[in-house]
Protein backbone atom coordinates (compact mmCIF):
# COMPACT_ATOMS: atom_id res chain seq x y z
CA UNK A 1 0.00 0.00 0.00
CA UNK A 2 0.96 3.70 -0.38
CA UNK A 3 -0.28 6.63 1.76
CA UNK A 4 0.68 10.05 0.82
CA UNK A 5 -0.35 12.97 3.76
CA UNK A 6 -0.95 15.78 2.79
CA UNK A 7 -0.21 19.03 5.45
CA UNK A 8 0.56 22.49 6.41
CA UNK A 9 2.86 20.77 9.38
CA UNK A 10 4.55 17.91 7.84
CA UNK A 11 7.23 17.35 11.02
CA UNK A 12 3.85 16.62 13.34
CA UNK A 13 2.98 13.49 10.94
CA UNK A 14 6.63 11.96 10.26
CA UNK A 15 7.84 11.71 14.16
CA UNK A 16 5.26 9.17 15.25
CA UNK A 17 5.76 6.87 11.66
CA UNK A 18 9.30 6.58 12.87
CA UNK A 19 7.75 4.15 16.05
CA UNK A 20 6.28 1.15 16.82
CA UNK A 21 4.18 -0.89 14.23
CA UNK A 22 4.19 1.81 11.57
CA UNK A 23 7.76 1.56 11.50
CA UNK A 24 8.28 -1.95 11.36
CA UNK A 25 5.33 -1.92 8.61
CA UNK A 26 7.67 0.55 6.33
CA UNK A 27 10.94 -1.60 7.17
CA UNK A 28 8.83 -4.30 6.10
CA UNK A 29 7.79 -2.97 3.01
CA UNK A 30 4.25 -3.24 3.70
CA UNK A 31 3.66 0.51 3.09
CA UNK A 32 4.96 3.40 1.86
CA UNK A 33 4.24 6.37 3.52
CA UNK A 34 5.18 9.74 2.09
CA UNK A 35 4.38 13.60 3.81
CA UNK A 36 3.74 16.20 1.35
CA UNK A 37 4.35 19.80 2.42
CA UNK A 38 2.02 22.52 1.62
CA UNK A 39 4.42 25.01 1.92
CA UNK A 40 6.25 23.50 -1.05
CA UNK A 41 3.38 24.61 -3.20
CA UNK A 42 2.48 28.14 -1.64
CA UNK A 43 1.52 30.78 -4.07
CA UNK A 44 1.92 34.51 -4.28
CA UNK A 45 4.77 36.87 -2.97
CA UNK A 46 3.78 35.84 0.05
CA UNK A 47 3.96 32.14 0.07
CA UNK A 48 0.62 31.83 1.02
CA UNK A 49 -1.20 28.55 2.01
CA UNK A 50 -4.11 29.62 3.55
CA UNK A 51 -6.34 33.14 3.86
CA UNK A 52 -9.20 34.97 5.11
CA UNK A 53 -12.41 33.22 4.26
CA UNK A 54 -14.71 35.05 1.99
CA UNK A 55 -18.21 36.32 3.80
CA UNK A 56 -16.28 37.29 6.72
CA UNK A 57 -15.60 35.06 10.16
CA UNK A 58 -13.11 34.66 12.80
CA UNK A 59 -10.29 31.86 11.20
CA UNK A 60 -8.24 31.03 8.06
CA UNK A 61 -8.98 28.82 5.15
CA UNK A 62 -6.74 26.74 3.71
CA UNK A 63 -6.17 28.09 -0.29
CA UNK A 64 -7.70 25.66 -3.16
CA UNK A 65 -4.32 26.33 -5.13
CA UNK A 66 -1.65 24.35 -2.75
CA UNK A 67 -3.87 21.49 -2.56
CA UNK A 68 -4.78 20.90 -5.64
CA UNK A 69 -1.36 21.51 -7.00
CA UNK A 70 -0.38 18.56 -4.27
CA UNK A 71 -2.91 16.40 -5.25
CA UNK A 72 -2.22 16.34 -8.86
CA UNK A 73 1.83 15.85 -8.55
CA UNK A 74 0.87 13.19 -6.11
CA UNK A 75 -0.99 11.47 -9.23
CA UNK A 76 1.57 12.04 -11.65
CA UNK A 77 4.05 10.87 -9.80
CA UNK A 78 2.28 7.99 -8.23
CA UNK A 79 -0.48 7.70 -9.76
CA UNK A 80 -4.95 7.82 -9.35
CA UNK A 81 -5.40 7.26 -5.69
CA UNK A 82 -8.38 4.58 -4.97
CA UNK A 83 -9.21 7.27 -2.55
CA UNK A 84 -8.49 11.27 -1.66
CA UNK A 85 -9.73 11.60 2.11
CA UNK A 86 -10.57 14.58 4.40
CA UNK A 87 -10.34 14.45 7.56
CA UNK A 88 -13.04 17.00 9.06
CA UNK A 89 -15.17 16.72 12.66
CA UNK A 90 -18.14 16.34 9.59
CA UNK A 91 -17.05 13.72 8.03
CA UNK A 92 -18.26 10.33 8.52
CA UNK A 93 -17.62 8.84 11.65
CA UNK A 94 -14.68 6.01 11.59
CA UNK A 95 -15.54 2.37 12.48
CA UNK A 96 -13.56 -0.92 12.22
CA UNK A 97 -15.55 -1.85 8.96
CA UNK A 98 -14.30 1.55 7.45
CA UNK A 99 -11.23 0.80 8.03
CA UNK A 100 -10.98 -2.68 7.45
CA UNK A 101 -12.80 -1.73 3.75
CA UNK A 102 -9.56 1.01 3.42
CA UNK A 103 -6.72 -1.50 4.40
CA UNK A 104 -7.98 -3.49 0.89
CA UNK A 105 -6.66 -0.39 -1.09
CA UNK A 106 -3.62 0.41 -3.19
CA UNK A 107 -3.27 4.07 -2.76
CA UNK A 108 -4.79 6.30 -0.36
CA UNK A 109 -4.33 10.23 -0.55
CA UNK A 110 -4.81 11.91 3.16
CA UNK A 111 -5.36 15.44 3.57
CA UNK A 112 -4.91 16.92 6.82
CA UNK A 113 -6.59 20.57 7.18
CA UNK A 114 -5.49 23.03 9.42
CA UNK A 115 -7.00 26.12 10.92
CA UNK A 116 -10.37 26.93 10.38
CA UNK A 117 -10.65 24.03 7.40
CA UNK A 118 -10.10 23.65 4.05
CA UNK A 119 -11.84 25.47 0.52
CA UNK A 120 -14.73 23.91 -0.65
CA UNK A 121 -13.78 23.41 -4.14
CA UNK A 122 -11.12 21.11 -2.82
CA UNK A 123 -13.75 18.82 -0.90
CA UNK A 124 -16.30 19.14 -4.15
CA UNK A 125 -13.35 18.43 -6.95
CA UNK A 126 -10.68 16.31 -5.19
CA UNK A 127 -12.29 14.58 -2.13
CA UNK A 128 -13.78 11.08 -2.39
CA UNK A 129 -14.40 11.08 1.28
CA UNK A 130 -14.51 13.02 4.57
CA UNK A 131 -14.13 10.91 7.89
CA UNK A 132 -14.12 12.24 11.48
CA UNK A 133 -12.66 10.32 14.66
CA UNK A 134 -15.31 12.25 16.70
CA UNK A 135 -17.80 14.32 17.48
CA UNK A 136 -15.07 16.94 18.36
CA UNK A 137 -12.58 19.41 16.90
CA UNK A 138 -8.89 19.41 17.18
CA UNK A 139 -6.26 22.25 16.32
CA UNK A 140 -5.55 20.49 12.62
CA UNK A 141 -6.23 16.59 11.01
CA UNK A 142 -2.94 15.70 11.25
CA UNK A 143 -4.17 13.67 14.56
CA UNK A 144 -6.73 12.26 13.05
CA UNK A 145 -4.88 11.28 9.99
CA UNK A 146 -2.29 9.67 12.14
CA UNK A 147 -5.10 7.72 14.15
CA UNK A 148 -6.80 6.67 10.44
CA UNK A 149 -3.44 5.68 9.19
CA UNK A 150 -2.36 3.79 12.44
CA UNK A 151 -5.67 1.71 12.38
CA UNK A 152 -5.45 0.85 8.44
CA UNK A 153 -1.48 -0.04 8.35
CA UNK A 154 -2.14 -2.66 11.12
CA UNK A 155 -4.41 -4.62 9.34
CA UNK A 156 -2.10 -5.04 6.59
CA UNK A 157 -0.49 -8.26 5.75
CA UNK A 158 2.55 -9.41 7.63
CA UNK A 159 2.49 -5.94 9.86
CA UNK A 160 1.34 -7.70 13.14
CA UNK A 161 3.82 -10.98 14.02
CA UNK A 162 0.11 -12.97 14.68
CA UNK A 163 -2.52 -12.46 12.03
CA UNK A 164 -4.67 -13.48 13.91
CA UNK A 165 -4.57 -10.53 16.14
CA UNK A 166 -6.25 -8.01 14.32
CA UNK A 167 -8.65 -10.21 14.13
CA UNK A 168 -9.95 -10.63 17.13
CA UNK A 169 -9.65 -7.12 18.48
CA UNK A 170 -12.79 -4.68 19.71
CA UNK A 171 -15.55 -3.80 16.79
CA UNK A 172 -13.86 -6.73 14.66
CA UNK A 173 -17.40 -8.39 15.16
CA UNK A 174 -19.40 -5.74 16.48
CA UNK A 175 -18.44 -6.89 20.32
CA UNK A 176 -15.85 -4.98 22.66
CA UNK A 177 -12.71 -7.36 23.25
CA UNK A 178 -12.43 -9.40 26.59
CA UNK A 179 -9.98 -8.52 29.09
CA UNK A 180 -6.39 -9.52 28.88
CA UNK A 181 -3.70 -10.97 31.76
CA UNK A 182 -0.29 -11.99 31.47
CA UNK A 183 2.07 -13.20 34.10
CA UNK A 184 2.47 -13.26 37.22
CA UNK A 185 -0.86 -15.55 37.45
CA UNK A 186 -0.99 -13.72 41.02
CA UNK A 187 0.03 -9.99 42.02
CA UNK A 188 -1.22 -7.79 44.73
CA UNK A 189 -4.27 -10.04 45.90
CA UNK A 190 -5.56 -10.15 42.47
CA UNK A 191 -5.62 -13.71 40.61
CA UNK A 192 -5.55 -14.46 36.85
CA UNK A 193 -9.09 -16.01 36.11
CA UNK A 194 -8.70 -19.79 36.73
CA UNK A 195 -10.38 -21.13 33.79
CA UNK A 196 -7.64 -18.78 31.37
CA UNK A 197 -4.83 -21.38 33.22
CA UNK A 198 -6.47 -24.65 32.67
CA UNK A 199 -5.58 -25.34 29.46
CA UNK A 200 -9.15 -26.10 28.28
CA UNK A 201 -9.07 -24.08 24.88
CA UNK A 202 -13.22 -24.76 24.48
CA UNK A 203 -13.80 -23.20 28.26
CA UNK A 204 -11.58 -20.68 27.22
CA UNK A 205 -13.28 -19.23 24.09
CA UNK A 206 -16.55 -19.31 25.87
CA UNK A 207 -15.46 -17.69 28.67
CA UNK A 208 -14.14 -15.38 25.97
CA UNK A 209 -17.42 -14.80 24.56
CA UNK A 210 -19.54 -14.41 27.83
CA UNK A 211 -16.84 -11.69 28.89
CA UNK A 212 -17.09 -9.53 25.39
CA UNK A 213 -21.24 -10.09 25.71
CA UNK A 214 -20.95 -8.74 29.26
CA UNK A 215 -18.86 -5.74 28.38
CA UNK A 216 -20.35 -4.81 25.51
CA UNK A 217 -23.70 -5.02 26.90
CA UNK A 218 -22.62 -2.55 29.85
CA UNK A 219 -20.26 -0.26 28.09
CA UNK A 220 -21.56 -0.11 24.43
CA UNK A 221 -24.67 -1.50 24.20
CA UNK A 222 -25.74 0.62 21.36
CA UNK A 223 -23.14 -1.91 19.56
CA UNK A 224 -25.69 -4.88 20.40
CA UNK A 225 -28.52 -2.82 18.88
CA UNK A 226 -26.64 -2.32 15.90
CA UNK A 227 -26.01 -5.78 15.21
CA UNK A 228 -29.81 -6.93 16.46
Known sequence: MHIDVVTAHPDLVEGPLQYSILQRAQD???????????RD??????????????????????????????????EDEVGAPDEVIFLTPDGEPIDQPTVNGLSMNEHLVVIAGHYKGIDQRVRDALVTRELSIGD??????????????????????????????????????GLLDAPVYTRPAE??????????????????????????????????????????
Request: hydrophobic share 35%; charged share 30%.
Open 28 to 38: ADAVEIATHDL
Open 41 to 74: YAVGKHDQIDDYPFGGGAGMVLKPEPLFRTVEDI
Open 136 to 173: FVLTGGELPALVLIDAVVRLLPGVLGDASSALTDSFQD
Open 187 to 228: YRGRSVPEVLRSGNHQRIEEWKDEQRLEKTRERRPDLLSDSS
